[in-house]
């Protein structure tokens, strides 16, 4: 029972009830909206004084927030309107051509058709009046499309001319398009393999929503910095009200209301229906999303009704009509939209004797007609009128409408419809009639495509408003812009000549973004990102050098007003202090990783994280990342599962290199010295900024201190290659492979070996076993397929010798597994392997069997091989300290 209908029932005194509400009636007529709200308000704190504990109930009657009175003039008119609906009923039938054509030929592509039947109006009051191309005197609106409603844009981009019927025919075929050297269309938004097209991945559901906040936000902090005016350009996401239940979609609902961003609009398409059935069968969506978005601060907006409904809610003199909404649940509205007028006149409006006699305004056929308010283009266009026009927050939307809206009997309200991509003949007629389209039962049956004669009214109208609004979109741009990358020696010089200081990498890293923040050139580009974690990584003294991003200023004088570091808020702030959210941070890098392209102003984001709650976390919003083509680098800190010492289980990341090496466009490495990092951040800025490749660099960085020596000359290529050797011997009887924090423990390993067992050992340093495995594999290809006679370069680099190779990382043996097939020597590798512990570097990095001694052992095992036996063995093991039966890392 909703709550106006249990406060009927609880109404003990009706006239005194119905004596406050004229009061509060003649307030609103005679003295206005503001006396209204303040005498509400202090009505609220003399119930509060009183201790009523009394709260507004968030929940508002099931009818639209906008009355009729309130709603804004059509632009066009009833011609626009008319010319409007016949082009979403042009798009719906190409949208659902496209995809039935592409099941016909073959069963196993999928799509979807229902759900952009149900967005259909909402999408193109968007198009006709609101989204703003971007332009040369606008950088326009962003959307967030809903992504399986792709084909409905993929239809517009076809009458728009942007794509022809070739492309249309090649709906997720992208290989066999590339083939017949056509552009495919991909099943979802895909910046990656539609690179002029989309903008934003959004196929994982959740990752839009969260994604737009932080976009809105991005925006707002390159305008108060200076960069770029964005102040009148916004941020539109239309998501379905199934993908709510993801977290991160509600994630940053707060975010974006503590940060004003009037610039956001969501558009929540309430079809009421999820993939297997109803969103919220016992319930309402929207009024559990009215709650959720208005308790965080949000302007909501509920479009349920279409004009239709106007003249029945006006025969409700008695709250009949709006009492049966209200009670009327999610599951048996699917269940109305899926039956026809007599069905509906008999349950809904049959329901008491009121309602069925404002049933009987209607036919049978009106009734099945009905709108819902997000299928009725001029309710629509108020509520985003009003949504754009709303000031100080953002709005969301709930826009209520039929899944499948006119797929017929077999698809409308359907609990299947989700997934169906064929339709009976039949079914395919009735579609037409409905949306009046002039095609003959031949070009039905052949699934024809339909567009308009170019100077039709529907075409003419579709260029104009478009024109209007700054051109065609999505529509994504690179125009290659470069950004000057200072030399290495202006920030780095310290770690290119670091003469054996103590330092460990995180600091050092931390030290070269200073200089680079001072860049002149270069400086303002940084985008320094932390998710409460600076202190950890030594970055408290950007605090006070760049600020930290705040919409407000400092409002407060800070506890350490007094100290050099103080923390300063401002707002021309560089540094995006995101709190603790993880996927809020990597939403806002994406943003400025992206913002070349999204808003042609290329950024240097660096985001700085505990590397366990980087891939393993947030994996998926990197990936989406990658997808977009993001450039900028992501900072594992404190990495390195025996490298993080104390923190234990949850902290030590032992997997990120195996994940991020998976991501075709990361770039990772795992460096052991400040110069190897100083060469690294060098090639990415230039990478990235000058050459404008679409990749990014993952870099793991720790918190060990060690003694940094300095940079050994020829060492560039073999650092960005993945191994160069730090300690060479001539004649060496094994090879150790030291990657990242292990590197000093093979040195060690290699000492050990020498002075204890007279064994010779040379000393590898591995920065990235990804980029290894990447050149070996394109290597092998290029023998096997062109006869290439090129060794990759780990085969270069180790041939000559069949000396053991043993190979040590930080990380799962799956790293240095990766590059097995391109050492020719017999290889060994050690890795972490299993749950990490809390303890001593020392007693983890026994535990794994990846310090000094267990390296010398592995060695001494393979130089030895079969001439030694198990007794032998025991003595060297007793010799080192070593425990021969303690359990595998991975059976404890
Ligand atoms: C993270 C993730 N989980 C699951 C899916 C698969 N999926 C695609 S659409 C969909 C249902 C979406 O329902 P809703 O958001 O209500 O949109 P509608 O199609 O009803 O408009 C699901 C489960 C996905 N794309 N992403």
């Known amino acids: 029972m909703t709550p106006e209908h249990l406060l009927r029932q609880l109404d003990s005194d009706e006239q005194e009830t119905s004596e406050w509400i004229d009061s509060l009636r003649s307030v609103l007529q005679h003295e206005g909206p503001e006396r209204a709200r303040f005498l509400l308000s202090q009505l609220a704190s003399a119930a509060r004084e009183a201790g009523l504990n009394w709260r507004d109930a968030r929940i508002t009657p099931y009818i639209n927030t906008i009355r009729v009175q309130d709603e804004p003039a059509y632009p066009g008119g009833s011609d626009a309107l008319t010319v409007e609906e016949k082009l979403a009923g042009i798009m719906r039938w190409n949208a659902l051509a496209m995809v039935v054509r592409a099941n016909r030929a073959y069963g196993e592509l999928g799509g979807h058709i229902a759900s952009y039947a149900s967005a259909a109006d909402l999408f193109e009051v968007g198009f006709n009046h609101f989204f703003r191309a971007r332009d040369n005197s606008n950088g326009g609106d962003l959307v967030y499309f809903q992504p399986?409603?792709?084909?409905?844009?993929?239809?517009?981009?076809?009458?728009?001319?942007?794509?022809?019927?070739?492309?249309?025919?090649?709906?997720?075929?992208?290989?066999?398009?590339?083939?017949?050297?056509?552009?495919?269309?991909?099943?979802?938004?895909?910046?990656?393999?539609?690179?002029?097209?989309?903008?934003?991945?959004?196929?994982?559901?959740?990752?839009?929503?969260?994604?737009?906040?932080?976009?809105?936000?991005?925006?707002?902090?390159?305008?108060?910095?200076?960069?770029?005016?964005?102040?009148?350009?916004?941020?539109?996401?239309?998501?379905?009200?199934?993908?709510?239940?993801?977290?991160?979609?509600?994630?940053?609902?707060?975010?974006?209301?503590?940060?004003?961003?009037?610039?956001?609009?969501?558009?929540?398409?309430?079809?009421?229906?999820?993939?297997?059935?109803?969103?919220?069968?016992?319930?309402?969506?929207?009024?559990?999303?009215?709650?959720?978005?208005?308790?965080?601060?949000?302007?909501?907006?509920?479009?349920?009704?279409?004009?239709?409904?106007?003249?029945?809610?006006?025969?409700?003199?008695?709250?009949?009509?709006?009492?049966?909404?209200?009670?009327?649940?999610?599951?048996?509205?699917?269940?109305?939209?899926?039956?026809?007028?007599?069905?509906?006149?008999?349950?809904?409006?049959?329901?008491?004797?009121?309602?069925?006699?404002?049933?009987?305004?209607?036919?049978?056929?009106?009734?099945?007609?009905?709108?819902?308010?997000?299928?009725?283009?001029?309710?629509?266009?108020?509520?985003?009128?009003?949504?754009?026009?709303?000031?100080?927050?953002?709005?969301?939307?709930?826009?209520?409408?039929?899944?499948?809206?006119?797929?017929?009997?077999?698809?409308?309200?359907?609990?299947?419809t989700h997934q169906q991509k064929k339709l009976e003949q039949s079914d395919l007629i009735e579609f037409r009639d409905r949306f009046k389209l002039p095609l003959t039962d031949e070009q039905i049956e052949r699934l024809d495509f339909y567009k308009p004669d170019a100077d039709s009214e529907e075409m003419r109208h579709l260029h104009a408003r478009r024109a209007a609004l700054g051109g065609f979109m999505p529509r994504r741009v690179d125009a290659r812009t470069t950004l000057p990358v200072p030399a290495i020696a202006s920030y780095a010089s310290f770690a290119l000549d670091a003469d054996m200081k103590e330092m460990s990498t995180t600091m050092a890293l931390v030290r070269m973004m200073g200089g680079l923040l001072k860049d002149e050139g270069l400086g303002k580009h940084v985008v320094p990102i932390v998710a409460d974690e600076a202190r950890t990584f030594g970055m408290a003294n950007l605090f006070r050098q760049v600020g930290i991003y705040s919409a407000q200023g400092q409002l407060y004088q800070p506890e350490d007003i007094g100290s050099i570091l103080y923390y300063r808020e401002a707002k021309d702030g560089q540094i995006l202090e995101e709190g603790i959210t993880e996927a809020g941070a990597i939403s806002s890098w994406t943003a400025a990783a992206t913002s070349y392209a999204v808003h042609g102003l290329p950024m240097l984001p660096f985001y700085i994280y505990y590397s366990m709650f980087g891939f393993q976390r947030i994996g998926d919003l990197i990936w989406a990342a990658a997808d977009q083509r993001s450039r900028g680098f992501l900072i594992g800190a404190t990495s390195g599962r025996t490298t993080l010492g104390g923190e234990g289980l949850q902290h030590q990341d032992g997997s990120s290199h195996l994940v991020s090496a998976s991501i075709p466009n990361c770039v990772s490495y795992d460096p052991a010295y400040a110069y190897e990092l100083a060469v690294i951040v060098d090639d990415g800025m230039r990478?990235?900024?000058?050459?404008?490749?679409?990749?990014?660099?993952?870099?793991?960085?720790?918190?060990?201190?060690?003694?940094?020596?300095?940079?050994?000359?020829?060492?560039?290529?073999?650092?960005?290659?993945?191994?160069?050797?730090?300690?060479?011997?001539?004649?060496?009887?094994?090879?150790?492979?030291?990657?990242?924090?292990?590197?000093?423990?093979?040195?060690?390993?290699?000492?050990?070996?020498?002075?204890?067992?007279?064994?010779?050992?040379?000393?590898?340093?591995?920065?990235?076993?990804?980029?290894?495995?990447?050149?070996?594999?394109?290597?092998?290809?290029?023998?096997?397929?062109?006869?290439?006679?090129?060794?990759?370069?780990?085969?270069?680099?180790?041939?000559?010798?069949?000396?053991?190779?043993?190979?040590?990382?930080?990380?799962?043996?799956?790293?240095?597994?990766?590059?097995?097939?391109?050492?020719?020597?017999?290889?060994?590798?050690?890795?972490?392997?299993?749950?990490?512990?809390?303890?001593?570097?020392?007693?983890?990095?026994?535990?794994?069997?990846?310090?000094?001694?267990?390296?010398?052992?592995?060695?001494?095992?393979?130089?030895?091989?079969?001439?030694k036996g198990a007794d032998e063995m025991r003595e060297i093991a007793g010799k080192l300290g070593l425990n021969l039966d303690k359990p595998l890392s991975t059976d404890c």
């Not at 423990?745 to 010779?760: G, P, R």
């Not at 010398?856 to 001439?867: D, I, M, R």
Request: proline share 4%.
């Open 148 to 416: 399986h409603s792709a084909p409905g844009i993929y239809a517009r981009a076809f009458l728009e001319g942007r794509l022809n019927e070739d492309n249309l025919a090649h709906y997720r075929q992208e290989i066999s398009a590339a083939g017949a050297n056509i552009q495919g269309l991909s099943s979802y938004p895909h910046p990656w393999l539609m690179p002029d097209f989309w903008q934003f991945p959004t196929g994982s559901m959740g990752l839009g929503p969260i994604s737009a906040v932080y976009q809105a936000r991005f925006m707002r902090y390159l305008e108060h910095r200076g960069l770029l005016a964005t102040q009148d350009r916004k941020v539109w996401g239309v998501f379905g009200d199934g993908e709510m239940d993801e977290p991160e979609s509600l994630a940053a609902l707060s975010l974006a209301s503590r940060e004003k961003l009037d610039n956001l609009v969501f558009v929540i398409n309430c079809n009421l229906q999820r993939l297997d059935g109803p969103v919220r069968g016992n319930g309402h969506i929207v009024d559990e999303l009215e709650t959720l978005f208005g308790g965080a601060g949000w302007n909501v907006i509920k479009l349920l009704w279409g004009s239709d409904w106007d003249p029945l809610f006006a025969r409700d003199a008695k709250g009949e009509l709006v009492d049966a909404l209200n009670r009327t649940v999610d599951g048996q509205l699917q269940t109305f939209a899926a039956n026809d007028g007599p069905f509906n006149r008999e349950h809904f409006f049959g329901q008491t004797p009121g309602l069925q006699a404002i049933g009987n305004m209607l036919t049978d056929d009106e009734i099945d007609r009905l709108k819902r308010g997000g299928h009725d283009l001029r309710k629509i266009y108020a509520a985003y009128h009003a949504a754009v026009n709303h000031r100080g927050r953002p709005t969301v939307i709930l826009a209520q409408t039929k899944k499948g809206f006119g797929m017929g009997k077999a698809g409308q309200g359907r609990m299947t």
């Open 687 to 867: 990478r990235m900024l000058q050459q404008n490749e679409d990749v990014f660099y993952y870099v793991t960085v720790t918190n060990e201190n060690e003694a940094q020596p300095s940079m050994p000359a020829n060492a560039n290529e073999g650092i960005l290659r993945g191994l160069h050797c730090v300690q060479s011997c001539d004649g060496a009887q094994v090879r150790l492979l030291g990657a990242g924090p292990l590197l000093k423990e093979a040195i060690a390993a290699a000492s050990l070996l020498k002075e204890k067992f007279d064994v010779q050992a040379e000393v590898w340093s591995v920065t990235s076993f990804s980029e290894l495995a990447r050149d070996g594999i394109a290597c092998e290809r290029a023998r096997r397929l062109q006869r290439s006679d090129e060794l990759p370069w780990i085969t270069q680099q180790l041939q000559g010798s069949d000396a053991p190779v043993i190979a040590v990382s930080d990380y799962v043996r799956a790293v240095p597994e990766s590059v097995r097939a391109y050492v020719s020597a017999r290889y060994v590798t050690l890795g972490t392997d299993g749950f990490g512990r809390s303890d001593t570097r020392a007693a983890l990095r026994d535990f794994f069997e990846v310090d000094a001694k267990w390296i010398a052992y592995t060695a001494l095992a393979e130089v030895w091989g079969e001439t």
